[in-house]
Each structure stands twice: as C-alpha cells, then as structure tokens.
C-alpha cells in the first residue's frame, strides 16, 4: 500500500512537472516575437550609421579645418555606441 501511495505521488509530481514545462515553453514562445522587436529597436544603429556617413562627408567638405578634430570626436563616440549596440545584439540573440 506504502508502495502505490509512493508511486501514485511520484506520477503527479512528474505529470505536473510535465504540464509546467509545456506551459512554460508556450508562453515563451508566445513571448519570443516581442522580445525580439524590443531587442531590434534597442539595438539599431541606422541613426548612428547615417550620422558617420554625414560627419565623412562634412570632413571631406571642410578638408581637415579646425572643426575636423571635433569631427573625429564624435566619429569615436558613434563607433562606440555602434560596437555596443552590435556586441549587445549578438549576445542576446545567441
């Protein structure tokens, strides 16, 4: 008798178990497409890219004036923020 109560209660820890992990995965999976919008909108470097392309531009325009040091500045700061935003991407979507 101690025998089946044992087995008995062994069989709905695993049921429960089962029905949690079932459960878990759906509302993942029904999660994942949001989570991944977010990820993409967090992690765009279009604003970043347009604005390098731009300062090359105006440094090329200007042809290394006094302002071509405040140029590179902001060329580094805009490489960082691309690196981040690239590493933090990749890592998030491994």
Do not use: H, Y
């Not at 429960?16 to 990820?39: H, N, Q, V, Y």
């Not at 909108?41 to 200007?62: G, V, Y």
């Amino acid at each position: 008798n101690n025998q089946s109560t044992a087995a008995s209660a062994q069989f709905l820890r695993s049921s429960r178990m089962d029905r949690c992990r079932l459960e878990a995965s759906r509302a993942m999976m029904d999660f994942l497409p949001t989570l991944k919008k977010a990820i993409i909108k967090e992690t765009d470097i279009t604003a970043e890219m347009e604005e390098l392309k731009s300062s090359r531009a105006q440094k090329k325009e200007n042809g290394g004036g006094e302002q071509s040091g405040n140029i590179r500045l902001r060329e580094g700061e805009l490489w960082n923020s691309i690196k981040n935003k690239s590493i933090t991407r990749l890592v998030t979507t491994i």
